[in-house]
């Protein structure tokens, strides 16, 4: 079977030319070396306590991650500060966690490899109390007990900040988790509670946060608003100020009764600063989806945002906050586009190898090919050389099978098209010269021919006259 003589100049070309692909080779394994390692395949994501806010929207989270082939364990834990700890903490495995801004003021641990990477929804402080208390304002909290949220909550961080602020003493205060202090408050051991939480049940837009409107509800109890919010923004610059309007949770029932104005801190995105870029990426374009559907505080594209991060946002955080997925992830699936990211580092130092090596490889082939055809005129040369010192009669024969073998080989000979000329040129040139040497040697017999002639006339001659 006769080959393709386009396959065979290629496979030419590659024997050639294997130490500059083996070049190539090991200077992309150079590169892969600085290459940020691939996305994790799973990630830990801390939460809060299992009937919460942050919980909810987590699990709403990792639904919509996994279909994108992300798996993601939920942690559950006890809020903001407990978070901050397992996030400060290399060996926990968290990567991710929820947690309310402004928090790390308050965290005692070492925050130096924690990022931030954007906030999510707003989640006002509700401080509801008894209404047979006879509470007016927040000094009279010294005289009652107010349950402040359990150790390590966003709900204690906060409400103890503004306790303070008031100088109510730490008598007045009981650390307890809401679904206690719902117990505790409707048995009278405690006359206030604090709750740190979204207006919307955060795994529904539509519906209210079921723990807000189970307070609301109860006609024992009385929604305190914020009248001196702005000065609790203005001492606090984390926080912001929020308007519940009236009938907000529920129109038909007017819950709450009245508007009110609510100090509100951001629920925030925190993650580790080794962190890989692509996942952060993928997390924050998922939030972006996931709240796809405006809330009764939030408007539609408003979140994920870097306002009310307070820690330092991690780079591609704040690539995305401020201008958006990259053209790759916008157009590609996210696997298939963090490759692509991964590899695009590369291009830079292969290009700076590739363009020299591209750049000598072709003058460097047509050398080659050249001299593969110039090397074939040896034999003419020889050949010709003997003819003009007159010695070709004694390899004759030799030389014209030479030849033959050579057109033979010639014949199949593959070169590319750019050297046809010379090519084609060395064929004549062999023909030519096999030519030559096939009329001496007719020249040559004719001669001998002649010579037999007249050696034999004469005795021919002789005999007949005898």
């Known amino acids: 079977m006769k080959k393709n003589p386009r396959m065979l100049i290629a496979v030419d070309f ?48 990792k639904s919509a991650l996994e279909k994108k082939g992300l798996k993601i364990k939920l942690r559950p834990s006890g809020g903001t500060i407990e978070n901050l700890s397992l996030l400060a903490s290399p060996t926990s495995g968290v990567s991710i966690a929820f947690g309310q801004g402004g928090a790390e003021r308050f965290f005692d641990g070492n925050t130096e490899d924690l990022r931030g990477l954007g906030s999510l929804f707003y989640e006002p402080l509700w401080f509801f109390y008894r209404k047979d208390s006879n509470l007016k304002t927040f000094v009279d909290l010294k005289r009652l007990k107010v349950a402040i949220g359990k150790n390590g909550s966003g709900t204690q961080m906060l409400s103890k900040v503004l306790l303070r602020e008031n100088n109510i003493p730490e008598t007045s205060w009981v650390s307890i988790g809401f679904a206690d202090a719902m117990k505790a408050i409707q048995s009278n051991e405690v006359q206030a509670l604090f709750l740190v939480a979204p207006v919307n049940d955060t795994s529904d837009k539509h519906k209210p946060n079921p723990d807000v409107y189970r307070l609301l509800a109860d006609p024992n109890l009385a929604l305190y608003g914020a009248p001196r919010a702005l000065a609790y923004v203005s001492r606090l610059p984390h926080l912001s100020t929020v308007t519940i309007g009236e009938g907000l949770l529920d129109l038909e029932k007017n819950y709450p009764p009245s508007t009110q104005t609510l100090i509100s801190p951001l629920a925030t995105l925190i993650c580790r600063k080794d962190l890989n870029g692509d996942i952060a990426t993928l997390v924050l374009q998922t939030c972006r989806e996931v709240q796809s559907e405006t809330g009764w505080l939030e408007k539609a594209g408003e979140f994920p945002s ?70 074939r ?72 021919s002649a010579a037999k002639t007249r050696a034999s006339g004469p005795a021919e001659e002789i005999k007949v006259s005898t």
């Open 14 to 61: 590659i024997k050639f030319y294997w130490w500059a692909f083996l070049l190539v080779l090991v200077g992309f394994a150079i590169a892969y070396a600085f290459v940020s390692p691939p996305a994790p395949r799973e990630i830990t994501i801390a939460t809060g306590s299992e009937d919460g806010g942050y919980h909810r929207f987590g699990q709403q989270l």
């Open 377 to 448: 005129y040896r034999l003419l040369m020889k050949i010709d050389g003997k003819i003009v010192d007159g010695t070709i009669q004694k390899s004759l024969d030799a030389d014209i099978s030479d030849l033959l073998r050579y057109e033979d080989e010639l014949a199949n000979m593959s070169v590319p098209v750019m050297f046809a000329r010379d090519y084609y040129a060395l064929r004549s040139h062999v023909g030519y010269v096999r030519h030559r040497l096939e009329e001496i040697k007719g020249s040559s017999n004719d001669v001998s």
């Open 306 to 375: 870097k306002a009310g991060v307070t820690f330092p946002l991690l780079p591609e955080a704040k690539q995305f906050l401020e201008k958006g997925p990259s053209f790759l992830f916008k157009i590609l699936p996210f696997w298939l586009a963090n490759m692509v990211n991964r590899l695009w580092i590369m291009l830079i130092p292969l290009l700076t190898l590739f363009v020299p090596l591209f750049k000598l490889a072709l003058p460097t082939y047509r050398w080659k090919i050249r001299r593969k055809i110039a090397s």
